[in-house]
């Protein structure tokens, strides 16, 4: 579960609700990973307070402050026995310095394969991937040098991620990085927005498949077709990077990470069309009748209309109170 | 020519510098449009010293301040006799309230059909597509209703240009502008960065190919298979738009707006490694010979590759100077 950074915490919650949820509700025991803030123990209150508001029976801090610390076996422990792993906003680089190749980086990896629900918010989301942006300016345009990239937990695999993406334009460096890697997908995801990756049957294979919730959309840059001149663009100048696919991916929407396409929805209905088209269709059902007997005997049509003309009106519009 | 703003005027003067070589360089008379501008006379000022210092023979203004001074027979006279048209930046619907369908109008496009160089920065860039960009604000992620659409010029025909397109961010509102209007193509220029549009016969046929110059990149978004639910997004929703085709070029980058695509560029070749290649194509040759003698007489080729080795090292790289 990725989220954008500035998840809402005070009115709707969406996000938050549907991470305790995702970790089983009443018997969830959350285990809150801060490492990436320098805030710490005020962190931890805040999302303690949080996740049992939702309803989780238990949220444990899992709080390593060195490398040493990330091979402490309770600590360890306390997230095998986790059924969902929260990681926290601050600097990602932090995070990866202290967990990343360590035993309790390690048992977030293993909690993930095994099923357990692991959300991280801004740098908490930037973990995620594969690789990871370190750190790097705004702008719409990719530009060399702009960006770096370090090794992320790699739970979602050939992909990098980016977080407060609109709200921060971060387009540009996204961009260059899969300039620079085609081989990787760009996530960006805006604020108050989570990317949830589960995995589905599709056609008797395994599919991961990306849903968004949330109040913002989640961007995608798929540059397996790219020309670019990103191996020898000099110093800071602008990169060439012709024929990425971009998806912007609103509310409700799902994108299959395997095939790198779209998942169709189901178009919205309008109640009052499908009403003018029930109408519609019953006349001409009618219609068609009337010429089959018209071709067949001329005279009993027209007795017959003869007794339509002063009876039946069309059927009434399958929603009360519709309009035309 | 369509600038996006910003245009470098004190140092390289790039820009600029091309505009006025298009327009007849010695011979240039060339036309400055400040409608949009609430400034006017001071506009006039800075582009007559710009233009001549890069040697035209004429600057003049051509200022219409309503639809009725658009209908001024010496101002049409003067875009009739102008070898290069100059609008600047300010207002881009207080441009086209002016201009569009006006006789003074006609004559910007009359101009521009008959092959004078028509350029514009900022909102004088806005104007030359059919749709034109009318305000609107920024980010990264495409909502509905960020920004409006009015009538452009049409010097470009099926499109959509936005300026100051990095520095202000304007991603979202050209996505959705082309999620909203599939038929178009979206253009947006950065500031002191210009696209140039050309004709260009390519295989008998005539295309249009847009050349960048300039600091920044020339963004096009292709939306023409895109999947989107911009007809039906409510109020100020983010807006789904999926397999968008961006392109984000770079100064020396060539796009051909007929077909859509990149024109492929000769590659760099690195001098260095050009020497390096020289020098083992050498050897390799040699060794190729020494195989073949090998085969025809052993005891010839040791005799050879004795009177080798006292003498011809490879030759020299073809640069003076050239490390490797």
Do not use: C, W
């Not at 950074?5 to 990973?33: C, N, P, Q, W």
């Not at 444990?60 to 969902?84: C, F, M, Q, W, Y």
């Not at 973990?127 to 990239?149: D, E, L, N, Y």
């Amino acid at each position: 579960m990725i989220i954008g950074g500035a998840e809402d915490k005070l009115r709707k919650r969406t996000i938050l609700r549907e991470f305790v949820a995702a970790s089983g509700g009443e018997d969830a025991r959350i285990a809150v990973v801060p490492t990436a803030s320098s805030l710490g123990a005020e962190v931890i209150e805040v999302y303690d307070a949080l996740f049992r508001r939702e309803g989780a029976a238990e949220v444990i801090a899992v709080r390593p402050e060195s490398r040493d610390d990330a091979h402490d076996d309770v600590l360890i422990k306390t997230l095998d026995e986790a059924t969902g792993i929260f990681m926290t906003g601050g600097n990602q680089l932090k995070l990866s310095a202290i967990v990343s190749g360590t035993p309790l980086g390690d048992a977030i990896v293993a909690a993930h394969r095994r099923g357990v629900v692991v959300a991280g918010t801004s740098a908490g989301a930037s973990i995620q991937s594969s690789h990871m942006v370190a750190f790097g300016g705004p702008g719409a345009t990719p530009k060399q040098r702009m960006t770096q990239v370090a090794a992320g937990l790699g739970l979602l695999e050939s992909s990098v991620i980016d977080q407060h993406f609109d709200q921060r334009n971060r387009y540009g460096r996204l961009l260059m990085i899969v300039s620079q890697s085609p081989s990787l997908l760009g996530i960006g995801v805006d604020e108050d927005t989570a990317a949830i990756v589960e995995h589905q049957e599709v056609d008797g294979a395994d599919h991961e498949v990306l849903r968004v919730i949330g109040r913002g959309s989640v961007t995608i840059f798929d540059p397996s077709r790219i020309t670019t001149d990103a191996f020898e663009a000099k110093r800071s100048a602008p990169i060439l990077a012709s024929g990425v696919i971009l998806h912007a991916l609103p509310e409700g929407s799902s994108f299959d990470l395997t095939t790198r396409t779209l998942v169709p929805q189901g178009t919205l209905v309008d109640l009052e069309e499908a009403a003018e088209i029930a109408v519609a269709s019953h006349d001409l059902r009618r219609m068609a009748r009337d010429i089959a007997a018209a071709d067949a005997s001329p005279q009993a049509l027209r007795r017959r209309m003869a007794r339509t003309r002063k009876s039946t009106p069309p059927p009434a519009a399958p929603q009360d109170g519709a309009t035309s």
